[in-house]
Nanobody, 123 residues
């Protein structure tokens, strides 16, 4: 399984950005999501979606601002980031958990991690 993330970059406070992640090597849509790690801070959960897209969970810090969705191919996910804040600055990691179930926020549930993509929010 490989995860290819893209879409990071520089955005102004209050702006929007969309991250994409494509999974390869699977024949069944699995749970996918995003974690992030800000400079000098621990990695934290952001959002996840179940394989069937029936369930989503969001960190409180991004609720109402970020939206995760699955592509029509079912093996890609998108993270629409709106009303971004300087505290959203971080390296964002796409993750995949084998299976289709109510997603979890703990990193122990995720089997595969992509290379991070940097999001920088300027104030």
């Amino acid at each position: 399984v490989q995860l290819q993330a893209s879409g990071g970059g520089l955005v102004q406070t209050g702006g929007s950005l969309t991250l994409s992640c494509a999974a390869s090597g699977r024949t069944f849509p699995d749970n996918m999501g995003w974690f992030r790690q800000a400079p000098g801070k621990e990695r934290e959960f952001v959002v996840a979606i179940s394989g069937s897209s029936k369930y989503t969970i969001y960190a409180d810090s991004v609720k109402g601002r970020f939206t995760i969705s699955r592509g029509v191919d079912k093996y890609s996910v998108y993270l629409q980031m709106n009303s971004v804040k300087p505290e959203d600055t971080a390296v964002y990691f796409c993750v995949l958990s084998l299976g289709d179930y109510a997603p979890k926020s703990s990193d122990q549930f995720y089997d595969y991690w992509g290379r991070g993509t940097l999001v920088t929010v300027s104030s």
